[in-house]
């Protein structure tokens, strides 16, 4: 079902509601937590005068933060894998480059990088989809996301 323009939220809010959903996108593309920085920002500077637009800016910053520590996670853990994998390989006598150990180490780092990419695409997909539904004057509600800001 496609969702018509809310004509009761005006133009600006509706605006700034996706701004503060692309601007966790383009933020960090550009800059580091830009992410979580600038969807801060608008929430910061809307949160009195702006509902519409303090909505999308809090799902957004409340994704971005989940989004944010799933990764960190991720990239600690297969860091660590690797790490622990690659010194056990070079540790154990009489091994190469070629062990299964080895091989293990450099496939989990493999997986680490193929599980942030396709994290990073889903995130920005439903960052799209909240972006093109505060354009149409309708609320978005992020999957699987704890409300770190109220």
Avoid at 1 to 18: A, F, K, W
Avoid at 26 to 44: D, Q, R
Avoid at 53 to 68: D, E, P, V, W
Avoid at 96 to 125: D, E, H, N, Q, R
Wanted: proline residues 5%.
């Amino acid at each position: 079902m496609v969702q018509t323009i809310d004509p009761v939220i005006g133009s600006d809010e509706r605006n700034l509601g996706m701004s503060a959903q692309l601007s966790a996108i383009f933020g960090g593309m550009f800059v580091p937590f830009g992410n979580l920085v600038l969807p801060l920002v608008i929430y910061l500077t809307s949160r009195d005068k702006r509902p519409f637009a303090t909505q999308h800016a809090k799902a957004t910053l409340n994704f971005q933060i989940a989004i944010t520590i799933v990764t960190f996670s991720i990239l600690a853990t297969g860091i660590s894998l690797f790490a622990v994998m690659f010194a056990t390989a070079l540790a154990t006598p009489g091994s190469s480059m070629k062990s299964p150990i080895c091989s293990f180490a450099f496939g989990s780092y493999a997986v680490t990088i193929l599980t942030g990419f396709v994290i990073g695409v889903w995130a920005t997909v439903y960052t799209i989809r909240g972006a093109i539904a505060a354009h149409r004057g309708s609320p978005y509600r992020y999957p699987l996301t704890f409300d770190f800001v109220k």
